[in-house]
C-alpha cells in the first residue's frame, strides 16, 4: 500500500484508497478537467471535494500541495519511478496524465506539441477572460456602475470565441478526429460561459456554429457527463 504520509493534505482528507490518485477538486470549469480526464482515461482516483465557498483552498494542508491555493491538485502515488508526486495547475495535470498514460495527446511530435498549444489558449486566454466575464455579468461586478469593464471582456470573449470557432471550422475535435486533452481544457470553460455565467447573449453564441456543435459533441460524451459531477458537492 502506498505511503502518502509526506503528503499533510492527506491529514485534512485521508485518502481511503491509497493507492489511487487522489483528487483534491471542485465542479469548476479547471476542477472539472481532471475528473474527466481520469474518467476517459479509466485511471482508478479517489476524489475529495475542496469546498471553495468556505475557503478550505487556502487551509495550511491545502497550501501544502498547492501553494497557489486553487483547485485542482492531485497526488498520484504511483508517479515516475514509481514514487509518488503532488502536482497543482490543471494544464500541468493534463499533460501528466496524457503522458503517464499515452492517451489523449497524438504520439506524432508535431501534433503533441500542437495539441499542447490549445491547452495554453485556454489557460493563458480563455479561462482567465471568460471568468472575468462571469465576474461581471453574474457577480460582484454587475452592480458597477461603469459598463465598459463588462464590455471590454465582452468583446474579448467574442474575439476569443472567433478564434475557437475558425479553429474548429471542418473539424470534430481541436486536433481533427482526434479528441485530446485540449478539448478537455476548453469544454468546461465554454460551457459555463453559456450556462452558468448566464452569458449566452451577452457574447452572441450563438454566432458561432462550429463551437456550438463541438460543445455538444463534448458533453455528450458519458466520461464528460459523469466528469462534469465529480467531486460531488456536500
Known amino acids: 500500500m502506498a505511503d502518502l504520509s509526506a503528503f499533510p493534505i492527506t491529514i485534512r482528507w485521508p485518502a481511503k484508497h491509497p493507492d489511487q490518485i487522489q483528487l ?9 478537467k481532471i475528473s474527466i480526464a481520469l474518467e476517459e482515461l ?6 475529495h471535494l475542496i469546498n471553495i465557498s ?3 483552498s487556502w487551509t495550511p494542508e491545502f497550501l501544502s500541495l498547492n501553494p497557489n491555493g486553487k483547485i485542482p491538485a492531485i497526488i498520484d502515488p504511483n508517479g515516475p ?27 506524432d511530435a508535431a501534433r503533441r506539441y500542437e495539441t499542447i498549444q490549445w491547452v495554453f489558449f485556454q489557460m ?8 472575468q466575464v462571469g465576474f461581471f455579468h453574474k457577480f460582484a461586478g454587475r452592480e458597477i456602475a ?10 474579448e470573449s467574442r474575439r476569443l470565441l472567433g478564434v475557437l470557432d475558425g479553429r474548429l471550422k471542418g473539424r470534430k475535435w481541436i486536433m481533427g478526429n482526434d479528441y485530446t486533452i485540449a478539448d478537455i481544457s476548453l469544454l468546461g470553460w465554454v460551457r459555463n460561459l453559456i450556462g452558468f455565467y448566464e452569458a449566452r447573449d451577452l457574447v452572441g453564441f450563438d454566432d458561432f456554429a462550429n463551437v456550438a456543435a463541438w460543445l455538444e459533441r463534448g ?5 464528460v457527463q459523469k466528469g462534469l459531477t465529480i467531486p460531488a458537492k456536500d
Do not use: M, Q, W
Not at 25 to 32: D, I, Q, R
Not at 124 to 131: D, E, L, Q, R
Not at 146 to 155: G, H, I, S
Open 124 to 131: 493563458a486566454s480563455i479561462g482567465p477572460i471568460f471568468g
Open 24 to 32: 483534491y477538486s471542485a465542479t469548476t470549469p479547471n476542477g472539472v
Open 146 to 155: 461603469d459598463k465598459r469593464p463588462l464590455e471590454r471582456y465582452r468583446d
Open 81 to 107: 519511478d514509481g514514487k509518488p508526486i503532488g502536482l497543482f495547475e490543471s494544464g500541468a495535470i493534463l499533460l501528466y496524465l496524457a503522458d503517464k498514460t499515452g492517451l489523449l495527446v497524438p504520439a
Open 219 to 223: 458533453l455528450a460524451r458519458p466520461a
Open 54 to 56: 468556505k475557503d478550505e
Open 42 to 47: 479509466g485511471l482508478p482516483y479517489e476524489p
